[in-house]
């Protein structure tokens, strides 16, 4: 990737489809700049990726467009989010900023130093975080004007075993934890999820992960947007921390897609 290439790719998917699978925690790559203000060695470095990247992530949500009926669009974060955390609130609204993970990480996930403490975030933000969360706003604003409504579905996963970073991490682990918005998230979304997700195992609300990612312009504002994050427990799919797909991915891609086909009507 060049130093002027977008940070991320916006994928198109049916014209006639209001669903937007948002995947931004599926990469590792590093910019050689960004690594440069990155204090952990070459090796502790590799292992903190392997703790922090929604692995194979990236990959479900492509097999899910491809066996959706409607295919969906996606929006897909190319670096990793220790460059800067895309779906974190830029400000002091952030409560991971306790733990060192704000917009831009200082702390690892296991609460070790991976910038300096006085680290000045604005640098990076202003070259990764403001043109995605731009370009996220306006993909959503694209398909608003096609189709008058947007589903925006976060494709992340979560580890079986808490790390040490987690706020929430004492709570249930279910094998899909569905992230929700009061405002966002109506009930009928959640209810299709649980469905769509049911042979996969068990599935629970808001616990170890809570929110969904809506872009800040239509955050609490546009009831247009609705939104669900979908966090698929890692053991479900692939041996931990970083290892290879297992048969769980063709059917987690085939309850995502069973997903998109609900909500897209």
């Given at each position: 990737?060049?130093?002027?290439?977008?940070?991320?790719?916006?994928?198109?998917?049916?014209?006639?489809?209001?669903?937007?699978?948002?995947?931004?925690?599926?990469?590792?790559?590093?910019?050689?700049?960004?690594?440069?203000?990155?204090?952990?060695?070459?090796?502790?470095?590799?292992?903190?990726?392997?703790?922090?990247?929604?692995?194979?992530?990236?990959?479900?949500?492509?097999?899910?467009?491809?066996?959706?009926?409607?295919?969906?669009?996606?929006?897909?974060?190319?670096?990793?989010?220790?460059?800067?955390?895309?779906?974190?609130?830029?400000?002091?609204?952030?409560?991971?900023?306790?733990?060192?993970?704000?917009?831009?990480?200082?702390?690892?996930?296991?609460?070790?130093?991976?910038?300096?403490?006085?680290?000045?975030?604005?640098?990076?933000?202003?070259?990764?975080?403001?043109?995605?969360?731009?370009?996220?706003?306006?993909?959503?604003?694209?398909?608003?004007?096609?189709?008058?409504?947007?589903?925006?579905?976060?494709?992340?996963?979560?580890?079986?075993?808490?790390?040490?970073?987690?706020?929430?991490?004492?709570?249930?682990?279910?094998?899909?934890?569905?992230?929700?918005?009061?405002?966002?998230?109506?009930?009928?979304?959640?209810?299709?999820?649980?469905?769509?997700?049911?042979?996969?195992?068990?599935?629970?609300?808001?616990?170890?992960?809570?929110?969904?990612?809506?872009?800040?312009?239509?955050?609490?504002?546009?009831?247009?947007?609705s939104a669900l994050m979908v966090e698929i427990r890692r053991d479900t799919y692939m041996s931990e921390p970083c290892g290879p797909a297992g048969p769980g991915l063709t059917r987690l891609a085939s309850a995502l897609a069973a997903l998109v086909d609900a909500v897209?009507?």
């Amino acid at each position: 990737m060049t130093a002027d290439a977008p940070s991320f790719t916006f994928l198109p998917g049916d014209a006639g489809s209001p669903v937007i699978l948002h995947v931004p925690h599926s990469a590792r790559e590093i910019p050689q700049e960004v690594r440069a203000g990155i204090v952990l060695g070459d090796g502790a470095l590799e292992r903190e990726l392997d703790h922090i990247t929604d692995t194979h992530t990236a990959r479900i949500a492509e097999e899910a467009a491809r066996l959706a009926g409607a295919a969906p669009w996606r929006f897909v974060n190319r670096l990793s989010r220790l460059v800067v955390d895309p779906e974190r609130f830029p400000d002091e609204r952030e409560e991971m900023l306790a733990a060192g993970m704000g917009a831009v990480y200082t702390r690892t996930t296991h609460r070790e130093p991976l910038r300096p403490e006085d680290t000045d975030p604005e640098p990076l933000l202003a070259r990764y975080f403001r043109p995605y969360a731009r370009a996220m706003a306006d993909a959503v604003g694209e398909r608003l004007a096609a189709v008058g409504r947007v589903v925006v579905v976060d494709v992340h996963s979560y580890p079986a075993a808490p790390l040490p970073y987690e706020l929430h991490g004492d709570g249930p682990r279910p094998a899909v934890c569905l992230g929700t918005d009061g405002f966002h998230t109506p009930p009928e979304l959640a209810a299709a999820a649980r469905t769509a997700f049911g042979e996969i195992g068990d599935t629970g609300l808001d616990s170890p992960f809570a929110g969904t990612y809506v872009p800040l312009e239509y955050y609490g504002k546009d009831p247009r947007v609705s939104a669900l994050m979908v966090e698929i427990r890692r053991d479900t799919y692939m041996s931990e921390p970083c290892g290879p797909a297992g048969p769980g991915l063709t059917r987690l891609a085939s309850a995502l897609a069973a997903l998109v086909d609900a909500v897209t009507g």
